[in-house]
């Protein structure tokens, strides 16, 4: 049997002390939650049950007549020289008549464990929408924003539509959540198709705050959500349901959390105890949880290349994932068109009107380029010619001497459309604009303009089935398409006219229309174009100090009490970020050295 051991590791399983064999030894291996989205690993040890104390806690797993339902995921912590290094769960692996395999799981990893890292986004319970009981708690609605509300019901695109103007007298947008306008005595509008039939379109935080949620953890720190910017950043959904997780793409929990971390360069941290989550963008790690630390190595160290191994933004090659429609073609040009064109630069966009009107024989060979504005192209459209804006999504090359693409993202900008719209019931009209999604229901209008209320949940035709001319599976999102929503905004109607508040959601600060109808509408500062990789580089990604991942160094060094893996290191004068700390544990305690790998600050030399 066993001896209890000397209080130098103590292992707690529900509260209970168990009793580890006189042999026992393992490695405590932490990794940065920065650099790994793994934080810790998970831990195997066999128990003896041949122990009366083991037995006992075990509920005798190794009676042949045991009947009792086998615990499962009770709290697990470990103590070692008065320092918890772990504190999370147990899963009970397998048992024979003598002993009992554990595994212990904690930190990032225990949330690795409990949500599975395959367990489908669509197959979570995120729960739906509830939709409004009037026109005028609509519009109440739509004066707010997140986390007021969970989802707006905004207007939206589909590419199986060449135009946005409906030819009939009564005029209304031909597009999702569909709204008419009225102007006969004042500028009104209504969600057309009374109140019944809607597609929400959820905000991000949202859909991040109730991921979290059906997974049994709530987020009490989240940096996206602060962001006064990001807040207002929704989903543009075209999949005709009010269950959010039918909204989103067949992607792994995993693969979400990764793809989010990677557009807004944060990271999860998670209390596996508390059951919480923050989020924090990865340059607040640098001002909020880090400190400097010496490091007392104990040997020579060793360093490991890998080039592939860029881990950083700040010097790789980023892209968007975008669609393929006509607005994403032109949002991210061929970057050879780019480097072969002539580069004038605008100061104004008046300025911007004028070069493109003005007689040139070089002008279809030019982009005519401004920092705040964007680059324009002179268009032309057959009977005429007229600015269109280009690169305004280009990939972000930060990786010297090359534009090979390290990372493409699927969290994109959606795409955008817009049309001069009739008013319903005066000669008024207004420019609009929409987003779009390449995934949708196509849209059926007759069930709008049916005398019948337009039918909820999911429509089908038993005819169509029949006969082949539809199908039952269900359409998904491919990737996640976001535009920027933060409250209704005045139209412009280009004869002057009436006019008023309406929905308006936008990716880029100016109007989308200002190329055919020359009006200069800003829909929030003009500098403040959040979807460009540039100014997300400048906004949010170059605020970190750039990490050399492509080079590990290894160092043996003397273990420190204060050791804390957030921190910045100082190493033969050179600051480091650790990545991952391996400390031997044996019955006696920690061994006097640990092993850690590192990655260099660039340019960083103390």
Request: aromatic share 14%; with cysteine.
């Amino acid at each position: 049997m066993a001896k209890i051991q000397e209080k130098m590791v103590d292992l707690y399983i529900d509260g209970r002390l168990v009793v580890l064999p006189d042999n026992f030894s393992i490695t405590i291996i932490d990794e940065n939650p920065f650099f790994t989205k793994k934080g810790t690993y998970t831990y195997d040890i066999t128990l003896s049950l041949l122990d009366p104390i083991n037995a006992k806690i075990y509920g005798h797993l190794n009676r042949k007549n045991k009947k009792d339902i086998i615990p499962e995921n009770r709290r697990a912590y470990m103590v070692v020289d008065n320092e918890v290094v772990l504190n999370g769960t147990e899963v009970i692996l397998q048992y024979s008549e003598s002993q009992v395999k554990i595994q212990l799981v904690s930190g990032n990893s225990e949330l690795n464990f409990l949500i599975g890292s395959d367990r489908k986004l669509r197959d979570l319970d995120l729960g739906e929408a509830v939709k409004h009981t009037s026109q005028e708690q609509l519009k109440e609605w739509l004066m707010q924003g997140y986390p007021e509300r969970e989802y707006q019901v905004l207007p939206y695109y589909t590419w199986d539509h060449d135009i946005l103007l409906n030819p009939s007298p009564s005029a209304y947008m031909a597009v999702g959540n569909m709204y008419a306008i009225v102007s006969h005595n004042n500028f009104d509008f209504y969600l057309y198709g009374a109140y019944g039939l809607i597609t929400p379109q959820p905000y991000l935080c949202f859909i991040i705050d109730r991921i979290f949620e059906s997974l049994g953890y709530s987020v009490t720190n989240n940096d996206i959500a602060g962001h006064p910017v990001f807040s207002k950043y929704y989903m543009v959904n075209g999949i005709q349901t009010r269950k959010y997780a039918e909204m989103l793409p067949d992607w792994t929990v995993k693969d979400f959390f990764l793809k989010i971390q990677g557009f807004f360069d944060c990271t999860f941290v998670s209390d596996p105890y508390k059951k919480t989550v923050g989020i924090y963008f990865n340059y607040k790690s640098q001002t909020e949880f880090q400190n400097t630390t010496d490091l007392e190595i104990y040997d020579e160290y060793t360093v490991d290349k890998d080039k592939d191994n860029n881990l950083d933004v700040r010097n790789s090659n980023t892209e968007y994932s975008l669609d393929s429609n006509d607005y994403h073609k032109y949002a991210s040009i061929d970057p050879r068109y780019t480097g072969i064109a002539i580069k004038e630069p605008y100061a104004t966009l008046d300025e911007l009107a004028g070069k493109i009107n003005a007689s040139d024989n070089e002008k279809k060979m030019k982009i005519y380029t401004n920092d705040v504005y964007g680059d324009y192209i002179a268009y032309d459209t057959g009977s005429g010619i007229k600015p269109v804006k280009v690169n305004s999504f280009a990939p972000l090359y930060k990786k010297e001497g090359s534009t090979d693409i390290d990372s493409s993202l699927d969290i994109i900008p959606a795409s955008m459309a817009y049309a001069l719209v009739a008013s319903q019931s005066s000669p008024e009209s207004y420019w609009i604009q929409v987003p779009g999604t390449d995934d949708y229901d196509e849209l059926d209008y007759s069930r709008l303009q049916t005398p019948a209320p337009p039918v909820e949940g999911e429509y089908f035709d038993l005819q169509e089935l029949i006969e082949g001319d539809a199908s039952l599976e269900r359409k998904m999102p491919s990737k996640i398409r976001l535009a920027i929503y933060d409250g209704m905004k005045i139209l412009d109607n280009p004869a002057g006219g009436k006019t008023g508040l309406f929905p308006v959601p936008y990716v880029e600060s100016l109007a989308e229309y200002y190329p055919d109808s020359g009006i200069q509408r800003f829909f929030t500062n003009q500098d403040n174009n959040p979807f460009r990789l540039e100014n997300m580089y400048k906004d949010i990604y170059s605020k970190s100090e750039a990490i050399d991942s492509t080079k590990t160094y290894k160092f043996t060094f003397v273990k420190n009490n204060r050791f804390n893996i957030m921190d910045k290191f100082i190493a033969n004068n050179k600051a480091f970020r650790c990545a991952r700390r391996e400390r031997t544990v044996s019955s006696k305690g920690f061994e006097k050295y640990a092993k850690g790998d590192f990655y260099p600050y660039e340019g960083k030399m103390i």
